[in-house]
């Protein structure tokens, strides 16, 4: 059960509220985001809401049988936009499309992928300065360097970042460098940082885990949600199966089934989705076709020599083909 | 390695070629299909082609490093379209659909069903007659009689039948009355199936296994290439996973990688391949534009009571939707 | 629902008795196997099903929540024990062994294993004959003539046989020869086969197909047991998953948990199901461990000169040592 | 590769190995360790390893085809033995038994718990005060209070600890508190959280994710030990598959392949493993039977009024036959 709070709602009458709905039965939560305030109530005894819904403070109370609760469709039927600053939105109607290279390596690199970029009219950059590699002896990223070095250009020429963080520690040092906080496949239920994601007003990306289910996807979500942070962004990136002919099996039916399930918007990343550069194509403008808000994806100036990822990067001349035919595939889409 | 025969080779020529090929270390095995003739050398020696390829009767030679060989497109790049007469092609650049119930019911299903199409210019329509179920006691089709009843209104309506075929005796059994024998996700591997069914000239089409390798559906469709009919289809429809929030999971991956692997047209299956009715469409057009030949989906006149799939089958108004926007993504896709 | 007939009962109280479960809502099927008659009832309707109980005919009634009916354990608590003459019997209180080649392949080879089974006291032999192969151009076994040759060996020297039967022409060509017919993953679902099956009075041996759930296996088992054959064995051989450090993820839960539900032996197959010699020991003491009712494994004279499977057979002098540690493990676990 | 250093290496004499490394083309770390110093080397390039091997400072040098290096037991084959101090060992050749309540809920609980373990001689007790879950509404421990309260006890009663860390954080405040930190299977690849207990000289217990590799889990210890942390345990918890008879699917087979691979000891832990109170007996026996060198499972006064884990948690007198079978069964094993 949510019960949205009013703005003006006194701390008595919240204190009331709270204890009508315990003595229901139910667990209660109160959540205070930048946006709202929500009392959520979590237990299965049937009653009739208006009994809460009629009480002073209480400005509309909902329903929701889905385990994870401020994330679900259920209550918010309305699509939420998150906004960049600048006209850079994303799930507003328009395709969103974030790319990049897997590691920031170089002061070059950086150039080169902004001016690919900017030819592009895309406005946000994709890279990671911290990577997370199975093998200790595997290049670790840049830093903090490399954060501060591409952040500058990027600023400079108006494109937003967006990169992962790894650990608590880290939110503090990226905080002013980067647009969005992506959390990886192997973060996704890392709870803490999860938690901490919810005490700071930028947006966070949370992909989806190696073997994720949807509903642990979501039930992520709600603990930054709950922590007070609504600017939520989605993203499917493949899923681990027994089929080895791809590197991981995109689940393109994730996405037509996360924007039933939950109002936030759904980005597809085809490049660890499928992990072939070859296949990244057809899979980007599938996921685009079955319903994503937007696609991230790796590019870099000489894929064959990118310090990760090399297989699954394209190089700028099939980026630029990627995003004119994604945009030809969304406004189709958009028509129906 | 692959030895296409001249259609003009002699007993002498082929002896010859098949023990040269003997001698280089390679198991030896003669192919003849209604459509030309192969010798096929299974054997990792390396040794300069050009030997054999010069011998009287060769027509053309090939090597080919996959597993399976007849049906690669190592040696075949040129794409294998399926003639089902009366202009009924399948692979031949144009959008293929098949559509109908999951199982054959009645009569007024059948008319209801066909009247449907042809307002749709749909002109294959699906439907099983036997039906492979989990449990003993659930509905096994209307057998024989059924396909009959069925044959018979399709061919006074032009409108040709996919059925499934489960045993080698209902080959016979069905010959006269189907255009394209179905092969289903239980019995991908069913080699004595599959090995009678390379024995007839009808057009076969294979659905990937409920836990089937790509590679061994490609090895699934070489049996019966090998066995003497060119003629298949392959179909991906859905994959098992640890995923629950769809029946199965549609591995739209597999469209672009058989695309690459083999000559054969590809088929998506999207009802079976996420087996949820209101995430069909999206899963059909997302399989389009990644690359399928064409899409077989299950649609019933009443849904809720079809006997059996009806969590996955499209109502006749949803069908038309699919089927109108199913055909604009198809001229999108090609205009690339 | 299961509704066990008296022996004696007649025609017309069969009648009466169907019709009486039919008008509860059920839909009936009437099961004789060469042990009983059981009328299943299959519906959701709850009602005092002692009003079926009392009926002149019936010998007892139970009602069984599960999808599969016959072989469940919810209505025959009693352990199926399986006699193949000659007092060898399987799941009888008993370790079964069951062990030799992936395939027959010579008359030396034969008499090779059936002097080993002798002198360890293992009175069951596998081999194959009709080999499913996932490529057409790989050894498909020597067929009837090498059944005959191997079953008049094994009759000889009073070793029973079980063989993988393919197809349902195979059931009559192999009647004589085996002592159970042996189901293979690929045919789990093969329902047609299953069927046939059902109509003989020979054990049969399912294998859990390749990425089969348990709940499959048992409705698979089902099939024959309503087909008409009682004389069910259900094997363990190792599902399809992600990782890829052994050749298949042998299920050992599915073990005790197959001996909860079902009343019918349980075999464990380590050589499939992980797949690498040096890991089938302590994967079969496991497994037995677990709860199993006796193991089928692989092994050769010459393991490196296998026609298939070279990879996951145990030569002698392992078997040996495996039948000796097989045999204590088991009497622990039944000191428990 | 990795060389071992003398341990009165100078600096000189490293710096030279190092450099004359580098120059064979390898990227070279240096570990230094509780226990000792190494250089580990990874590239490609083929040399006689003995032109280093005879440098000054080099105690041994050894050739690692696998990924992870220090972990692998291709250089060194002796078992690794984890001391708890007190006589309290793992990995030392008898059986280790780590047992006690999912979650620490109170006093009475762990007293109760630790006469349990005392009862049967069983001297480290398991149990969680930081708890992941994947709603953030659920129970999440009862924190640093609840371990002090419980490390009070234990030391008194001379048990020994492990709990599960889940942020770097943590490391500090749970240091003085628990004999083993645990690293759960969701931040098995948290590389930061690995990287700083790689700085402490605690002994670790890591986790398979979820959907983890053995590979990953090498990978993930290996981080742990270059770290400069030697005293690591593995444990297998369980994968995630497509059957859902079980909670989640125990990999007996990953305990011979782990111990084949790593001189590390191996743990199994059954209740998570399988997740079915019932069935936790038969798992962890037979994991036990499969090479295991422990068993970690989980036990509480009253299962059903337990916080969390009910379903998979044994009562006391449940435990209590495990633990005399589970050394019935070690002691066979052993035997063999």
Not at 88 to 99: E, F, H, K, P, Y
Not at 179 to 203: H, S, W, Y
Not at 229 to 252: F, H, P, Q, W
Not at 318 to 326: F, P, V
Request: charged share 25%; glycine share 8%.
């Amino acid at each position: 059960m949510i019960v949205q709070l009013h703005r003006s709602a006194t701390n008595e009458e919240k204190s009331n509220i709270d204890s009508k709905v315990a003595l229901m039965g139910y667990k209660t939560t109160l959540v205070k985001t930048q946006m709202g305030e929500y009392l959520i109530g979590i237990g299965k005894r049937e009653f009739d809401i208006r009994q809460i819904g009629r009480l002073p403070g209480v400005a509309d109370i909902h329903h929701v049988s889905d385990d994870y609760k401020l994330v679900s469709r259920k209550w918010k039927v309305k699509r939420t936009v998150i906004d960049l600053g600048d006209n850079v939105q994303i799930g507003n109607g328009a395709l969103s499309i974030m790319a990049g290279p897997c590691s920031i390596e170089s002061e070059a690199q950086i150039e080169a992928t902004i001016a690919h970029l900017k030819k592009n009219k895309v406005s946000i950059m994709r890279g990671g300065v911290f990577k997370p590699r199975s093998s200790p002896y595997a290049f670790r990223g840049l830093g903090k360097e490399g954060l501060q070095l591409w952040s500058q250009q990027a600023q400079a020429a108006g494109i937003k970042i967006i990169s992962e963080v790894m650990q608590v520690s880290q939110i503090a040092e990226m905080y002013d460098h980067v647009d969005v906080f992506q959390v990886g496949a192997r973060n996704t239920q890392n709870f803490n940082l999860l938690d901490e994601l919810g005490r700071i007003d930028k947006p966070v990306m949370i992909k989806r885990g190696i073997s994720g289910t949807l509903e642990e996807l979501l039930s992520s979500a709600e603990y930054v949600f709950s922590g007070g942070n609504e600017k939520l962004i989605l993203c499917e990136r493949g899923i681990r199966t027994y089929e080895k002919a791809s590197r991981n099996t995109m689940d393109v039916n994730a996405i037509p089934i996360l924007k039933e399930k939950t109002h936030l918007p759904v980005i597809a990343d085809p490049s660890h989705g499928i992990g072939l550069r070859q296949y990244v194509e057809p899979i980007a403008l599938a996921s685009i076709m079955a319903g994503a808000d937007g696609i991230i994806y790796e590019t870099h100036q000489q894929p064959e020599q990118a310090f990760s990822d090399a297989m699954q990067t394209l190089d700028f001349s099939e980026s630029q083909r990627l995003i004119e035919r994604a945009r030809k595939v969304f406004d189709l889409r958009e028509s129906f």
